[in-house]
Nanobody, 116 residues
Framework: QVHLVESGGGLVQPGGSLRLSCVASGFTFSRYDMGWYRQAPGKEREVVAS????????NYKGSVKGRFTISRDNAMNVVFLQMNNLTPEDTAVYYC?????????WGQGTQVTVSS
């Protein structure tokens, strides 16, 4: 069974940084492209960053490009999201999952709140 556990969220002031982690289990992690998704209140879940199986290629949503960095450690089955220069518009619950087709079993997510 797929199990995704996100952590690292919190309350941060505008301009601050956070590093999210997601530990994956129940599937062969290195065989899947992975992504970070987020869902803000009243909005649809969206992809913010993705990374290929061995981390050679990454892609970002336009509004986070240059501020967010996705990376992965296939030995530890972990995907990371370094978020810098955060803005209130980044406030959301952040999830990791496979790309382009996410597994149906989502984790609980980690809340990121950017506020002064």
């Amino acid at each position: 069974q797929v199990h995704l556990v996100e952590s690292g969220g919190g309350l941060v002031q505008p301009g601050g940084s956070l590093r999210l982690s997601c530990v994956a289990s129940g599937f062969t992690f290195s065989r899947y492209d992975m992504g970070w998704y987020r869902q803000a209140p009243g909005k649809e879940r969206e992809v913010v960053a993705s990374i290929t199986k061995v981390g050679i290629s990454t892609n970002y949503k336009g509004s986070v490009k240059g501020r967010f960095t996705i990376s992965r450690d296939n030995a530890m089955n972990v995907v990371f999201l370094q978020m810098n220069n955060l803005t209130p518009e980044d406030t959301a619950v952040y999830y990791c999952n496979a790309r382009p087709l996410p597994f149906p079993d989502w984790g609980q997510g980690t809340q990121v709140t950017v506020s002064s």
